[in-house]
C-alpha cells in the first residue's frame, strides 16, 4: 500500500458477503480473520430478512401514528381541547422533523443495531466517545421501555374497552383489570419475537396495511356517521375555555404538545432493525421519512375527524388512566335517539386494537434488539448470558425475555399513580429525545469530523449543522416543559415524576459505569472501525490488504479498500456474542 495515502473507512466500498455488485455499500465494514463483519463490527448473527415494504410495515406500525394520537389523548385533553390537540401535533412534527433528518444521516452513514448508541460513541471522538455512547445507550433503552410500557398500557386499555361496550350497565372499571390484560398482551407479544421472528417481516406489512387502510375506513366512519358535529368554534377557536390546567394559555399549549409528541416521537426505532437489512444504507433514511410524513397525515386528518365527532367533551375528562377515545366512539356513532351503535363503537376500537397488537410486537423486537447491542459490548450486567443469539430462531432470546420481565413491573406503576400513563409518556418522548441529542450535540462540538462520509448515504450536507443544532435546541426547550407539573396547583397524586425518572435513569447509568465499565466496558467496536485512534478491545481486525491492524491504532497503515470475501468464512457457532470464534 502506498503509505502516501492511507484510506479510512470513509473511502472504502463494501460488498456482501456474497460479492454482488449491486450489494456494494452496503454492510461490509472489514474482514475479521477471514470474516465479513457489519457496520457494528461484528458478523451477521441475525437474518437480513426484510425488504423496504417490510420495513416501512414495521415504522409505520412501531409510529401507529393515529391511533397513538387519539389512544393517548387524555395527555392533552386538559390543555385546550380540541384546538391544542389539533395544533400540538402540528408543532410536534416541525421539531420531529429535524430530529428525524439527523437521525437518518446518522443511520445510512453508521447501520448498526446499536444506533444512537453507536453513533454518540463515534461522534464523541476518542476522548469521549465510550462515556457517551455508553450514557446514551442506556438513556435510549430506559426510554424505550418506557414506551413498551405505555404501549402495552393503552392496549390493555383497548381491550377493556371492547368489553364495557356490551356491558356498560354491568361493567366496573378497577385498575388490576388493566393490568391483567397487559400482562396477556405483553406475553403473548415476547412469544411472537421469540418463536415467529420469521413471520414478523408479514406481521409488520399486515400491520402497515391495518394502519394505512384501517386509518382511513375510521377517518370516514367518524367524520360521516355522526348525527351531530361539533361547531367550527369548538374544534379550532376553544381552548382558552378548555384549558382546565391551571396554567397560562401559551404554557399551557405547550405542555399538551407531549401528545403530537408521543404520537410521532419513534424515529429512532427501525434504526436498531439496521443488521436485518439487507440494504440498511439506502432503506433507513426512506423508512424515517415515510414513517414521520404518512405519520402526521393520517393523525392530521384523523384529529380533525375526532375532533368534530366529540358532542360531550367533559365524558371525556374521566383521568389520566382511562381511555377516553372509546367514549368519542360512542358519541361519534350513536342512534339517532342517542343510545350507544355497540356495533360500530366495537368495530372501530377493533381496527385500532389489531394495529396495536402488532405495534406490540415490532416495539418489544426494538426493545431486545437495542439491549441486545448493549450487551455485545459488555454495557451490562451479566453481558454473555444478553448477548447470546439462538441463530436458528434469529433471536437474543435471554435480552428479549429480560425486556419483557422489567415491562412487567413498569406495567404495575399504575395501580398506585393517578398520573402514571403521562410518566411513561412523558419520559419516554424525555429519555429517547435526550439520547438523540446527544450524539447531535456531540456531531457539531467537535465539528462533524467523525462522521463517516460514506458513498451513496443519505448526507444533509451544509445544512447538517444548523439541522443539528435546532435538534438540540428543541429538544432541551420541550424536555424541560414536559418535566412542568400537569395541572397547576399540583399535589403529590398529580405531580409529573418526569424529571425525578430522568435523573434516576442518570444517576443509576452513572453507578453502573462506576461499579463496571469504567474498567470493564471496552467500548463498542464502532470505535475501531470510525474514530482514527479509537480505543476499543485491543483485538485486530484483518482488511483486505492483508495487513493486521490493532484496533487501538486504526491511524496505521493498511486500514481500508475491503474487497470481495472469496474465502470460506470459519464456522459460526450458535449462541456467540457476535465475535470471530477462533
Keep these: 500500500m502506498d503509505s502516501a495515502h492511507q484510506p479510512s473507512v470513509d473511502e472504502k466500498r463494501s460488498v456482501r458477503a456474497g460479492g454482488h ?123 424505550w421501555m418506557f414506551d413498551l410500557a405505555a404501549l402495552m398500557q393503552i392496549t390493555a386499555n383497548i381491550c377493556i374497552s371492547m368489553y364495557s361496550v356490551y356491558h356498560q350497565t354491568t361493567y366496573t372499571y378497577e385498575p388490576w383489570q388493566v393490568y391483567v390484560t397487559y400482562l396477556l398482551v405483553l406475553w403473548l407479544s415476547t412469544a411472537a419475537v421469540i418463536f415467529a421472528n420469521r413471520l414478523i417481516p408479514y406481521t409488520q406489512k399486515i400491520g402497515m396495511f391495518v394502519v394505512i387502510v384501517g386509518g382511513v375506513i375510521t377517518i370516514i366512519v367518524i367524520s360521516a356517521i355522526p348525527k351531530r358535529h361539533a361547531s ?80 360531550d367533551l367533559d365524558a371525556l375528562q374521566g383521568g389520566f388512566n382511562t381511555y377516553p377515545l372509546a367514549n368519542i366512539y360512542a358519541q361519534a356513532t350513536a342512534h339517532a335517539d342517542g343510545t350507544t351503535n355497540h356495533g360500530a363503537t366495537f368495530g372501530l ?11 406490540c410486537v415490532g416495539t418489544v423486537l426494538a426493545n431486545s434488539r437495542i439491549y441486545w447491542a448493549l450487551a455485545r459490548d459488555n454495557a451490562v450486567p451479566l453481558s454473555p448470558l444478553f448477548s447470546h443469539v439462538n441463530e436458528r430462531l434469529s433471536c437474543p432470546v435471554s435480552a428479549t425475555l429480560f425486556v419483557a420481565t422489567i415491562a412487567t413491573a413498569l406495567g404495575a406503576i399504575p ?43 443519505f448526507r444533509l450536507g451544509k445544512f447538517g449543522t444548523p439541522i443539528n443544532v435546532l435538534s438540540v435546541l428543541f429538544i432541551v426547550l420541550f424536555n424541560t416543559l414536559f418535566c412542568f407539573p400537569y395541572v397547576y396547583p399540583t399535589t403529590t397524586e398529580s405531580m409529573n415524576y418526569n424529571s ?44 483486505s490488504e492483508g495487513v493486521e491492524v490493532p484496533v487501538s491504532g486504526l491511524e496505521q497503515e493498511g486500514y481500508g479498500g475491503v474487497g470481495v470475501l472469496r474465502e470460506k468464512p470459519q464456522e459460526k457457532k450458535e449462541g456467540s456474542d457476535g465475535g470471530i470464534l477462533p
Design 232 to 311: 367550527n368554534h369548538f374544534v379550532w377557536e376553544s381552548f382558552a375555555e378548555n384549558n382546565l390546567t391551571g396554567w397560562p394559555g401559551g404554557l399551557a399549549f405547550l405542555l399538551g404538545v407531549l401528545n403530537g409528541a408521543f404520537t410521532v416521537g419513534t424515529p429512532d426505532a427501525i434504526t436498531h432493525m439496521a443488521e436485518e437489512l439487507p440494504y440498511p444504507k439506502k432503506d433507513l433514511p426512506k423508512a424515517i421519512g415515510l414513517q414521520i410524513g404518512l405519520g402526521f397525515l393520517y393523525a392530521f386528518c384523523f384529529a380533525i375527524g375526532l375532533c368534530y365527532a366529540i358532542t
Design 415 to 457: 395501580l398506585g399513580s393517578p398520573t402514571a400513563f403521562l410518566n411513561l409518556t412523558g419520559s419516554f418522548i424525555i429519555l429517547t429525545s435526550t439520547s438523540y441529542a446527544i450524539p447531535f450535540a456531540a456531531n457539531v462540538l467537535t465539528r462533524r469530523q467523525y462522521l463517516p462520509s460514506v458513498p451513496g448515504s
Design 500 to 543: 425525578v425518572i430522568l435523573v434516576g435513569v442518570v444517576a443509576l447509568t452513572a453507578v453502573w459505569w462506576m461499579v463496571h465499565a469504567r474498567r470493564k466496558y471496552p467500548g463498542p467496536r464502532v470505535m475501531a472501525l470510525y474514530i482514527h485512534g479509537g480505543d476499543a478491545t485491543g483485538e485486530k481486525v484483518q482488511v
Design 21 to 143: 455488485p449491486e450489494d456494494r455499500d452496503e454492510i461490509v465494514a472489514a474482514i475479521e480473520n477471514g470474516v465479513v463483519v457489519n457496520a457494528s463490527g461484528y458478523r451477521d448473527q441475525l437474518k437480513r430478512q426484510y425488504s423496504l415494504v417490510g420495513l416501512a410495515g414495521i415504522a409505520i406500525t412501531i409510529d401507529n401514528a393515529w391511533p397513538a394520537l387519539g389512544s393517548s389523548i387524555s395527555v392533552s385533553i386538559l390543555n385546550g381541547g380540541p384546538p391544542g390537540l389539533i395544533f400540538g401535533l402540528i408543532v410536534a412534527v416541525f421539531y420531529y422533523s429535524f430530529i428525524g433528518a439527523g437521525l437518518a444521516e446518522l443511520a445510512s452513514a453508521v447501520p448498526t443495531a446499536g444506533g444512537v448508541y453507536h453513533w454518540a460513541t463515534i461522534a464523541g471522538g476518542p476522548r469521549y466517545g465510550r462515556i457517551l455512547g455508553f450514557f446514551t445507550g442506556w438513556i435510549n433503552f430506559y426510554g
Design 349 to 359: 376500537l377493533f381496527i385500532i386494537l389489531f394495529s396495536s397488537l402488532l405495534c
